[in-house]
């Protein structure tokens, strides 16, 4: 699983069959320290993103088991929004609102 932070909506007015209603958003890739790392990826949505939250995602082969029994053209699907990341020491929280109000 990764980490990435929801940065737009794509729109598709015609696309393969099995990605008809299926929400599709651009996503910056993190690091686990929040750090960008690589290029933005488009990625299927299954728990109603939005712009702006950070996302974990599944890639590769596992990105279309939440589509199962049908064949969903997917390389990368989101799979869970993050509220919070504690990483060796280290927490930090998905949106600067919550940052400033921990204080």
Do not use: C
């Amino acid at each position: 699983m990764n980490l990435a932070r929801v940065i737009g909506n794509v729109w598709a007015t015609r696309k393969y069959p099995t990605l008809e209603g299926r929400r599709m958003l651009f996503a910056q890739p993190l690091t686990f320290a929040g750090a960008e790392a690589g290029a933005p990826l488009v990625m299927l949505d299954t728990v109603d993103a939005g712009i702006g939250d950070v996302v974990i995602y599944v890639s590769s082969t596992e990105a279309a088991v939440p589509f199962r029994p049908n064949l969903t053209p997917t390389d990368a699907t989101i799979v869970g929004i993050v509220e919070r990341v504690d990483h060796l020491g280290t927490t930090w929280r998905t949106t600067p609102e919550d940052d400033e109000a921990a204080g």
